[in-house]
């Protein structure tokens, strides 16, 4: 079957640096997503990968190993609001979405 | 009004009401999706519909029903529901359902749906 694994909670420091990550074992593989969802909010879309690397886009960086089946979700300088659920998800070869439980971020003062 | 809009955001109802939810979105998209959320699982995919075409229906329970109008507008018919059911229902749009690239979703807020 397809899985993607990330950690239910994590908690961290304000001003601090996190890192969440990801594992996957899908049906091929056509890019990995983030996505932020903040308490009763829509999910709204961080970052893509499909090449191996990292992507850094601000205080947010992505990095995508296919080899290993692994990603991770790096931000720095947290804020208080980047308290929010992460979610990972993978496009497989039918192009379909495979979703993680997402990751809950708590950020402490 | 921009983005993808749902209503209603709360929804209550009983094991034998019928009620609908209603997706709108102002993109120019091409595919309109139903998501399911429920605490700690990863979203489930409902339908998809491109076009105004439904093309993906992922075994779901015939008590959810769904409309596509036009390619703007997209509804879920919920009848004769069971608490399990109980979730957020999230409505999300993208330029097209099965592409290579990032074809990325825009969600909207979700109905949170609770069945008692």
């Known amino acids: 079957g397809q899985n993607i694994d990330q950690p239910t909670e994590m908690t961290a420091t304000e001003g601090a640096i996190v890192q969440i990550n990801c594992t996957y074992q899908?049906?091929?593989?056509?890019?990995l997503f983030w996505y932020q969802q903040h308490a009763g909010e829509a999910p709204t879309f961080l970052s893509y990968n499909v090449l191996d690397g990292l992507e850094e886009k601000g205080r947010f960086s992505s990095f995508l190993s296919r080899s290993k089946g692994y990603s991770y979700l790096l931000l720095k300088e947290l804020q208080m609001k980047d308290s929010a659920s992460y979610l990972c998800a993978v496009k497989d070869s039918n192009y379909q979405l495979i979703w993680g439980a997402g990751t809950k971020l708590i950020i402490k003062p | 009004e921009t983005g993808v809009t749902q209503t209603p955001r709360h929804l209550v109802m009983g094991m034998t009401n019928k009620k609908s939810l209603k997706c709108e979105q102002h993109l120019g998209h091409n595919a309109m999706y139903w998501y399911k959320q429920s605490a700690k699982k990863p979203l489930e995919l409902m339908f998809v519909y491109s076009l105004e075409e439904r093309v993906e229906n992922n075994s779901v329970p015939s008590r959810f029903s769904p409309e596509c109008p036009n390619s703007s507008h997209l509804f879920l018919h919920l009848h004769t529901l069971q608490p399990e059911d109980s979730a957020l229902y999230l409505c999300?749009?993208?330029?097209?359902?099965?592409?290579?690239?990032?074809?990325?979703?825009?969600f909207g807020a979700g109905s949170r749906l609770t069945v008692l």
């Open positions: 999300a749009s993208s330029q097209s359902p099965s592409t290579s690239g990032a074809n990325v979703l825009t």
């Open positions: 899908t049906s091929g593989f056509n890019g």
